[in-house]
């Protein structure tokens, strides 16, 4: 487990898996900020309605917690990834971001999607990608994971490209396979591409199923051969809509504030 970033939060979860010292992450909850209802109290987010004020406020409360600068992206689910530098600004339109820059830290916010958080073992980059159902899936069995292994992997560090049997990922709390009812069209953009996926798929009524998204993810994370995988485990704890207390969601509440999910080195 890494280190506990000094100010942090106590109720925030900070990943347990075998990332060199020199790279940190974190995944904040509703505790602490300054937000109200129905927004209390960490929102990090400021499309959802929020005061400005009292979101930038939450932010200045993250960014003092941490020894990196969050970058915020604007997230559209789409497929777009983004090299970070320390002048990338917030709001730059993307799904997922990856850096070898130290003291800066990709950031993705979420109410139900699932956040994921990349290293490898020499911790020569980090990376963090939004992986909503529509961005998970993709376009041909194409998504999000697989735009982002091919920047993490292609980018040449010291002169040597990263392997996957050399990256570790992260998988954060999200709406969890008891929870997450879809319909026969999200279904069919994963079974279409890939017959595994018919496993994590589980009829609850007409041309309806319960999806398990953090399932789907590994699944494709185990596609790339990238195979040491941890965190979220499909159980109820890491399922936003069954902890109201603890994490946002937006199919459970229609209104709702983001946590954020940030991973960097120091």
Known sequence: MGDFPRGANPDWLIPDWPAPAHVQAVCTTRAGGQSLPPYDALNLG???GDDPALVAANRRLLQNALPAKPVFLSQVHG???VQLTHTTPDAT???ACF????HLACTIMVADC???????YEGTQVAAAHAGWRSLAGM??????E???KSFCHQEHAGLAIKATEIIAWLG???GPETFEVGADVRTAFVQNDPKAQALFTPCGSNKWMANLQGLARLRLTALGVTQVFGNDGSRDWCTVSQPSRFFSHRRDGVSGRLAACIWRV
């Open 114 to 120: 699932l956040p994921v958080l990349f290293t490898n």
């Open 46 to 48: 400021c499309h959802v």
């Open 99 to 102: 850096t070898q820059l130290d």
């Open 147 to 149: 735009h982002v292994f």
């Open 140 to 145: 041909g069995g194409q998504g999000i994971l």
């Open 93 to 95: 339109e993307a799904d």
């Open 79 to 81: 497929l777009d990834v």
């Open 173 to 175: 709390p999200c709406i």
